[in-house]
C-alpha cells in the first residue's frame, strides 16, 4: 500500500540513504511515477519478475544533503475514507505542495483533477 512506501521512503531519506527497494504492486508503481514526476523522487524502477518484483526508488536530496520530501500527511485511511468533489480541491501549503487524489480515471494530482472537472478519494498530501 502506497502509505507504506511514503513511510519507507521519509524513513530511508532520514537515514541519507541513495535508494531503496519497496514490494511491487501497481497501486505503488503508479503513486511514485507520479512522485518522481513531480520532483519529489529522483527515479522510479521496476527491478525482477514474479513473484519477487520489486521497485527501486531512488531518492533525491537538495545541495544540503537534506530529502526533497519534508512531509507527508495522509487523508485516507481504511477506516476513513475522505472523499472531494473538483470544486473542494484546494492547493497543498499555498501551491507548494502535491496533493493526490485517486478518480475514476486513475491516480492523479489535485490540480490534473481539477482540470479535467473529477473529484475522487483523497489519499495524501506531501510538501
Do not use: C
Amino acid at each position: 500500500m502506497y502509505t507504506d512506501v511514503l513511510t519507507r521512503i521519509r524513513n530511508a531519506q532520514a537515514a541519507k540513504k541513495d535508494s531503496l527497494k519497496v514490494p511491487f504492486s501497481n497501486m505503488d508503481l503508479v503513486v511514485l511515477d507520479l512522485l518522481a514526476k513531480y520532483g519529489y523522487v529522483a527515479g522510479v524502477n521496476k527491478k525482477g519478475r514474479m513473484p519477487k518484483r520489486m521497485i527501486e526508488v531512488i531518492l533525491k536530496y537538495d545541495e544540503k544533503k537534506s530529502g526533497a520530501i519534508k512531509g507527508v500527511s495522509h487523508l485516507s485511511v481504511p477506516s476513513r475514507r475522505i472523499y472531494a468533489g473538483a470544486k473542494e480541491l484546494r492547493p497543498v501549503k499555498q501551491g507548494y505542495g502535491l496533493g493526490v487524489v485517486s478518480t475514476p480515471k486513475g491516480i492523479m494530482a489535485y490540480h490534473e483533477a481539477k482540470k479535467a472537472n473529477m473529484g475522487g478519494e483523497l489519499l495524501f498530501e506531501i510538501w
